[in-house]
């Protein structure tokens, strides 16, 4: 029974709270985190980009949209906000103080994963309600299955987010996740799938996170399948790169 | 009283809060300073920061931790807050190895870093209160910041904050959980002389309620205000100890010195001749005499009695004991390094 310290649980609700609240007060963040996928949500509801794969799979232009900005949301939440945030967090010495709380430093990472699907959960309702307002018919089966898949994604999002912010400095943790977004959400396999490749160049996004996340949440929303190999890719980036961020995280700047 | 008689009264069957015993802090250094400073070097191609710092805090006491720039405080200070592991030597925090310590142990301790530790872009009170939460009985905030003349800034974002309004919410961050060991790294850097004032009352509050704190300082007038027992480190090791009274006592060289101005010519061959010797009488610049040395009764009374026979009315005079900062830069050297 502890004297001191509030429970574990309500000290790592207490800083997942937190930080979502600082998350969707930034303005830079609230571009990248609502405003840049909800223009890629209205962009490809009203131009013919998907428009082959969608014929291809006999569905709708919007069926193979969404799933595609669910991911750019999750990479938008978990590498660049959380990278950002975290980066920032170092420098100023705030991981250091924290830390020294009764929070702790398992705490402090507990509560940043929290702000991560807390934030994701805003996104997903403001997608999917902009979505159903413009048109779309959502296949129920589908989003449950695809839950899990989401978090996996954020898994390992969080994983490359956190290892970028732990060991370059904070304005290199800010250019290197920007532009790993702009590039994975232009040509990774996150909004348009990979297949417009051409076929020698095509597994290159497919064995990226963002590629898989694409994937496995298209297989999931369009076609109501689960692909096992996009999970495995997913889980192995997790791993391998949240066990490197574990060993090369560095707490103070 | 001598250190030893001082230890044990200090000791008397308490035992203390912090007890930090033989630390030793290596870190590698790069190639540069490597090829640089060859000497510095251990078998293992490391340098060792802290060498051998021992120390104890016991509740209610302030022990000010004084040291030249690169002396180790800052390292010491951080093994024992639990940031990094010891190399060798044993701490005890309350009890505990500050290192992985429970957060149990962390809710007991309150911590005000160097450079802050504070998040940018929140307002200080939303802070505090975040802060708050990670304990079962904080303190009031709405107390702290009154206190500390919080709200008067609340308004504004901690990155636009003065340089001593952000010590002010970081000193708030340090007591919002009602510890039991305080750690201050320069609590008054950069205040203005009301809120050093509020500063330092806080300060002796929190030891008259027990707790046990731990203080740096370059501001040696600080340190002599505030410290029951000071410990003075160079080059990663201790090298002295004492309450303040103590250390002046210890080295009493010049252990004082009477300043005056005076329009007429004084020598000290004005004085009797038993007095002359254990002093100096040194003329600054024209008509400013100091005259220092082992000052006792019969020197003040013979310089006065030297002013009524030559119709001097002197318009400064000034007499001042030795300082810490004089004991400090005398054992710390006054080199810069």
Known sequence: ?253 | MSVQNQRIARESGRKPALSIDGLIKEFKPSRSFREANPHLLTDRGTVQAVRGISLDVYPGEVVVLLGANGAGKTTTLSCAQGLQPADGGTLQLLGENPWGASPELRAQVGIMLQDGGLPQAIHPIELLKHIAKMYKNPASVDDLVQRLGINEFNGTTIRRLSGGQKQRVALAAALVGNPKVLFLDEPSAGLDPQSRTVVFDIIREQRERGVAIVLTTHLLDDAQRLADYVYIVKRGENVTEGTVAQLLQETNEQAHTVSFTAASAISLQDFPAHLRDSVTLTQDAPGQYSLTGELTPEHLNALTTLFVSQGIMPSSFTLASRTLEDVFLDISGRDIR
């Open chain 1, 1 to 253: 029974m502890s004297n001191f310290a509030a429970s574990p649980s309500s000290r790592i609700i207490a800083q997942g709270v937190y930080e979502t609240k600082a998350m969707l007060k930034n303005g830079e963040q609230l571009m990248l985190l609502i405003a840049f996928p909800l223009m890629a949500l209205v962009a490809l509801r009203y131009t013919g980009i998907l428009d082959s794969w969608a014929h291809a799979h006999n569905v709708e232009r919007f069926d193979v949209a969404v799933p595609g900005v669910l991911a750019l949301c999750v990479m938008s939440t978990a590498l660049s906000g959380q990278g950002i945030a975290t980066g920032f967090d170092r420098r100023y010495g705030v991981l250091r103080f924290l830390s020294t709380t009764p929070l702790g430093r398992g705490g402090l990472m507990a509560g940043k994963v929290l702000a991560v699907v807390m934030v994701m959960i805003v996104q997903f309702v403001i997608i999917l309600v902009t979505a159903l307002l413009l048109g779309w018919s959502p296949n129920i089966t589908g989003l449950f299955m695809s839950i899990p898949t989401l978090l996996l994604g954020a898994a390992a999002f969080t994983s490359l987010g956190l290892l970028i912010a732990g060991t370059v400095r904070a304005e290199a943790t800010l250019a290197i996740v920007n532009m790993a977004w702009v590039i994975l959400a232009g040509v990774g396999g996150v909004l348009i799938p990979s297949s417009y490749l051409p076929a020698f160049l095509e597994w290159i996004p497919n064995v990226l996170p963002s590629g898989a996340l694409g994937e496995a949440l298209r297989a999931e929303l369009m076609l109501t399948r689960f692909e096992l190999l996009p999970h495995i890719i997913l889980l192995l980036w997790t791993l391998v790169v949240g066990a490197i961020a574990l060993k090369k995280f560095k707490w103070s700047a």
